[in-house]
């Protein structure tokens, strides 16, 4: 009997230790997880990406959409930098960050700092949980400050107006950037984050955010003969033909001219040669990890703050539009029991992104959090899956376009303007949104899709994902 009671007696001791050592049963289990092989998660982030050029990236390809899930149908809740990027890292609509502009009074650092949004962020979560984190490269727009917000254990951040990118935080220390080389040099960071780990070998996370294909596209010599010849895509979008269906802004735009279209394809081959710089960043850090034995023990994620437009529906180069060029960019993760080279076109958001990294790192989101963890769909392509809608908006300031809101559904858009003019396409028919037909859709039919609209602008939370599964189509009464 004494032999048992001095074992169960060191048992529990042994226990006790590892709990003081350990600062609480939380981070206990969490270093027990670490010790089991707790994954690394690594998430590129580009600027303003026109949806089918990360077909031009090979090291993505051959990395990450070979060796992982394309959501094809990922909806922008808003298609503009500063507010996709406080959605991206709350998880939340913009209606609940508050930010609707890159500057204030709409948006910017400022805004999301002097609420304390940026208190709580998958930083703080996957922080607070044990991983070692890095950002890398652009923050929020005109974010300018010495402050290291909470959750981040490496910090180079672009710190100055608009994009940032003509200085850097360093760790607490400002000092001048050139536009030319930011890019390289979020790309060097952020691979010295993942190769020294020597002293410090628990799980990261690493966000690396890269200017591409932002203007000016700033690129390397190196690529500066790549795709020669190549011109935007000539969809039956670009330079449509007929817009009389679209809203009065687009009515009022001529055709492009000659001269404006070769301008948009030179943007559009410089925009390819700075995309460059990101994808060798996807293959040096494979080559890191895999080095490492690591590689199949991370997940990666790739999205781009918003989508753009060049020359779609008359439109110049830009974003802010309610068409699939600017608010459907596909989302792509790969890691560890995850399915593999395959195309899922059930419907997520930028929205889902921090509650899906989140998972990754067996972290908890908070209770605020309106999206969803994508992590199933990606384990499996049988896991039920509600959500039949999401709202993406742009709200009104002193530059066009007018307000917005779009209700996107998996095979639909649903869009009423300011001005009270409506759009309607049918995307499986009609994916270059070619024929605007709202009249097709039954009056009660657009009503119910109306209250959709209203009840996500006004959701929070569970709210949100509720009203969010709700039944496409109004339910037919009963006879």
């Given amino acids: 009997m004494a032999a048992v009671y001095k074992s169960t007696l060191a048992f529990v001791l042994s226990l006790l ?23 690394n998660i690594v998430f590129v982030l580009t600027d303003d990406q026109m949806p089918g050029t990360e077909n031009r990236m090979p090291a993505l390809q051959n990395n990450l959409v070979a060796g992982g899930a394309k959501f094809s149908n990922t909806v922008s809740t808003y298609p503009l930098c500063c507010p996709g990027r406080a959605t991206i890292q709350r ?9 609707y502009g ?19 962020t998958m930083a703080t979560w996957l922080h607070g949980d044990g991983y070692k984190t890095g950002l890398f490269g652009k923050y929020m727009n005109n974010y300018r400050d010495r402050l290291i917000p909470p959750g981040w254990d490496r910090w180079y951040a672009w710190n100055g107006v608009d994009e940032g990118w003509t200085s850097v935080n360093d760790q607490g220390n400002v000092k001048d950037l050139d536009r030319q080389q930011a890019d390289v040099l979020v790309a060097n960071n952020a691979a010295a984050f993942l190769e020294n780990r020597v002293q410090d070998p628990g799980p990261l996370f690493a966000f690396v955010n890269f200017g591409a294909m932002h203007q000016p596209f700033p690129y390397s010599s190196e690529d500066a003969k790549k795709f020669k010849g190549a011109n935007v895509p000539r969809t039956p979008a670009f330079n449509e033909a007929d817009v009389s269906d679209k809203n009065a802004e687009i009515r009022r735009q001529g055709r492009l001219t000659q001269g404006e279209i070769s301008t948009l394809d030179s943007d559009y081959r410089q925009s390819l040669r700075s995309l460059q710089r990101v ?11 895999r080095r490492k034995g690591e590689m199949d023990n991370t997940y990666f994620v790739f999205y781009t703050d918003n989508g753009a437009h060049f020359g779609q529906h ?10 699939e060029e600017d608010i459907n960019f596909p989302l792509i993760v790969r890691g560890p029991g995850l399915r593999k080279g395959v195309v899922d076109s059930r419907l997520v958001g930028n929205h889902d992104i921090a509650p899906t990294i989140a998972d990754m790192g067996n972290a908890g989101a908070p209770g605020f959090v309106d999206g969803r963890s994508v992590l199933p769909l990606a384990q499996s392509g049988t896991t039920p899956w509600q959500r039949t809608a999401i709202l993406s908006i742009r709200e009104p300031d002193l530059n066009p376009p007018p307000r917005w809101e779009t209700l996107r559904m ?10 009270g003019e409506k759009e309607y396409y049918d995307l499986t028919a009609d994916p270059y949104e070619l024929r605007s037909d709202p009249g097709s859709v039954d009056p009660g039919t657009r009503a119910y899709w109306e209250g959709r609209m209203d009840d996500l602008r006004a959701c929070g939370g569970a709210e949100c994902r509720t009203a969010e599964d709700a039944p496409k189509l109004p339910e037919q009464p009963s006879r």
């Fill in 17 to 39: 230790v590892g709990v003081v050592l350990a600062g609480g049963l939380g981070i206990t289990e969490g270093l027990g997880r670490q010790a089991a092989g707790r994954p």
């Fill in 91 to 99: 998880g939340q609509y913009p209606h609940n960050t508050k930010i």
């Fill in 102 to 120: 890159n500057s204030e009074p709409q948006g910017g650092w400022e805004k999301f700092q002097r609420p304390g949004l940026h208190r709580s």
């Fill in 279 to 289: 994808d060798r960043f996807i293959g040096q850090a494979s080559e890191i990890l």
């Fill in 314 to 323: 008359r439109l110049p180069h830009g974003k802010l539009q309610p068409y």
């Fill in 410 to 419: 998996r095979d639909e858009k649903y869009i009423r303007f300011q001005n």
